[in-house]
């Protein structure tokens, strides 16, 4: 089977995931997508290695070309099975990712959350403190992505502190208020805690 993945003008992630969507697809064949800068032909060809796929790459007017073989193992590795996310709990401090600007940090978060909605398994839990849980509240950017982590499994926790300092508890629209015990027990409980 051979599919082909159009990601000319996608912005970071969707060529990774449209490429990763395309991938779960077949069982056997080629996947080549098309994508118009370095950056996402790098991006594509590692999502592909990290599976443990041949990978060729050909410019064409500008174009990468970035070629999936899927089925033959790269060296005749076979992957081992990954620990489950389900053992995973990422904290969020604030409303926005990275250090710097504001305006990019919030770019970033909105990448960050469609992301995490595209990858499985999920987290079992995401907790919210200080500024972040903003994005658990009415004006959200990120509701959506965060509603559809919750109805997949996932455990939404908000400080309620936080909630109280910010004036926002009544704005909660996802997920539950908690409190700093609860919070401790669930980072502690977990194989693995990401702190964003």
Same mark, same amino acid.
């Given at each position: 089977?051979?599919?082909?993945? %159009?990601?000319?003008?996608?912005?970071?992630?969707?060529?990774?995931?449209?490429?990763?969507?395309?991938?779960?697809?077949? %069982?056997?064949?080629?996947?080549?997508?098309? $994508? %118009?800068?370095?950056?996402?032909?790098?991006?594509?060809?590692?999502?592909?290695?990290?599976?443990?796929?041949? $990978?060729?790459?050909?410019?064409?007017?500008?174009? +990468? +070309? $970035?070629?999936?073989?899927?089925?033959? /193992?790269?060296? *005749?590795?076979?992957?081992?099975?990954?620990?489950?996310?389900? *053992?995973?709990?990422? /904290?969020?401090?604030?409303? &926005?990712?990275?250090?710097?600007?504001?305006? /990019? @940090?919030?770019?970033?978060?909105? @990448?960050?959350? +469609?992301?995490?909605?595209? &990858?499985?398994? #999920?987290?079992?839990?995401?907790?919210?403190?200080?500024?972040?849980?903003?994005?658990?509240?009415?004006?959200?950017?990120?509701?959506?992505?965060?509603?559809?982590?919750?109805?997949?499994? $996932?455990?939404? !926790?908000?400080?309620?502190?936080? !909630?109280? +300092? #910010?004036?926002?508890? %009544?704005? /909660?629209?996802? @997920? @539950?208020?908690?409190?700093?015990?609860?919070?401790?027990?669930?980072?502690?409980?977990?194989?693995?805690?990401?702190?964003?």
């Amino acid at each position: 089977m051979r599919l082909k993945v %159009d990601a000319r003008g996608m912005q970071c992630p969707m060529p990774v995931i449209e490429t990763k969507k395309a991938i779960e697809k077949v %069982d056997e064949g080629t996947i080549t997508t098309i $994508v %118009d800068n370095q950056v996402a032909k790098e991006n594509v060809s590692k999502l592909a290695k990290s599976l443990s796929y041949n $990978v060729d790459i050909e410019e064409v007017n500008g174009d +990468y +070309y $970035v070629n999936i073989s899927k089925g033959i /193992l790269e060296n *005749d590795f076979i992957p081992e099975n990954r620990p489950s996310n389900r *053992d995973l709990v990422i /904290l969020l401090g604030k409303d &926005s990712m990275g250090e710097g600007s504001d305006e /990019l @940090g919030k770019v970033l978060i909105k @990448g960050y959350f +469609y992301t995490l909605t595209e &990858s499985k398994p #999920f987290p079992k839990a995401i907790l919210f403190v200080n500024s972040a849980v903003k994005l658990t509240t009415e004006g959200s950017e990120v509701i959506e992505h965060i509603r559809k982590l919750e109805s997949e499994g $996932v455990e939404i !926790l908000s400080c309620g502190t936080c !909630l109280d +300092y #910010f004036n926002i508890k %009544d704005k /909660l629209i996802v @997920g @539950g208020v908690s409190n700093m015990y609860t919070i401790v027990e669930k980072m502690n409980e977990a194989k693995n805690t990401i702190r964003l």
